[in-house]
């Protein structure tokens, strides 16, 4: 369920909305579980249950993301709200780390990093702050919207060329080959 080029915490929560430009678009969080899904394959399953609430407000901060993202690559006006909402997402707390010692019989001390489970609010921090990062950092001059007709996803273009056009080649890429390819041979 998750596209699989995008990436980073903003740009994929941004590209759960799939065809956002099109008629018809699909939303791939609908409900608390769809959220878990999405959250687990980002490496986060140890995460709080979310809830309705927490639902959301990750869809709120999807929208608000999109039309942020929009504000770099368009050259247009911030929404105020979006600021603020934007900054009391990103004020939530980093996750915790927990480092772990057992001390081991050859007398070494074995360290490691425990997880701890992130409450939603956390990982909401996360995104927001990624966000931030994306509209102000090293890679906003990378960041561009896809070039397929009804994508509406963005993505950060790294390639040496800076010539890159599509969210993802496997999917958006390959289907306006096709649709160039099928008019071409209609003509
Ligand atoms: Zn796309």
Same mark, same amino acid.
């Given at each position: 369920m998750t596209p699989p080029t995008a990436s980073r915490l903003g740009l994929d929560l941004v590209a759960?909305? /799939?065809? /956002?430009?099109?008629?018809a678009p699909r939303d791939d969080l609908t409900s608390p579980a769809t959220l878990a899904a999405w959250l687990a394959a980002r490496g986060?399953?140890?995460c709080a249950d979310p809830d309705e609430v927490d639902l959301r407000e990750f869809r709120a901060l999807r929208e608000t993301a999109y039309r942020l993202l929009e504000v770099v690559v368009d050259g247009t006006r911030a929404r105020p709200a979006d600021v603020e909402s934007v900054n009391r997402w990103a004020a939530h707390p980093p996750p915790a780390v927990r480092l772990r010692a057992e001390d081991l019989p050859d007398g070494r001390t074995d360290l490691r990093a425990e997880p701890v489970r992130p409450t939603t609010a956390q990982v909401l921090g996360l995104v927001a702050r990624d966000l931030v990062d994306l509209v102000t950092g090293p890679q906003r001059d990378r960041l561009h919207q896809c070039e397929a007709e009804v994508c509406g996803s963005f993505f950060v273009d790294?390639? /040496?060329?800076?010539r890159r056009r599509w969210c993802s080649a496997a999917t958006c890429g390959n289907r306006m080959r096709v649709a160039a390819h099928r008019s071409r041979a209609h003509d």
């Amino acid at each position: 369920m998750t596209p699989p080029t995008a990436s980073r915490l903003g740009l994929d929560l941004v590209a759960t909305v /799939r065809s /956002r430009l099109g008629g018809a678009p699909r939303d791939d969080l609908t409900s608390p579980a769809t959220l878990a899904a999405w959250l687990a394959a980002r490496g986060m399953s140890h995460c709080a249950d979310p809830d309705e609430v927490d639902l959301r407000e990750f869809r709120a901060l999807r929208e608000t993301a999109y039309r942020l993202l929009e504000v770099v690559v368009d050259g247009t006006r911030a929404r105020p709200a979006d600021v603020e909402s934007v900054n009391r997402w990103a004020a939530h707390p980093p996750p915790a780390v927990r480092l772990r010692a057992e001390d081991l019989p050859d007398g070494r001390t074995d360290l490691r990093a425990e997880p701890v489970r992130p409450t939603t609010a956390q990982v909401l921090g996360l995104v927001a702050r990624d966000l931030v990062d994306l509209v102000t950092g090293p890679q906003r001059d990378r960041l561009h919207q896809c070039e397929a007709e009804v994508c509406g996803s963005f993505f950060v273009d790294t390639s /040496r060329a800076g010539r890159r056009r599509w969210c993802s080649a496997a999917t958006c890429g390959n289907r306006m080959r096709v649709a160039a390819h099928r008019s071409r041979a209609h003509d």
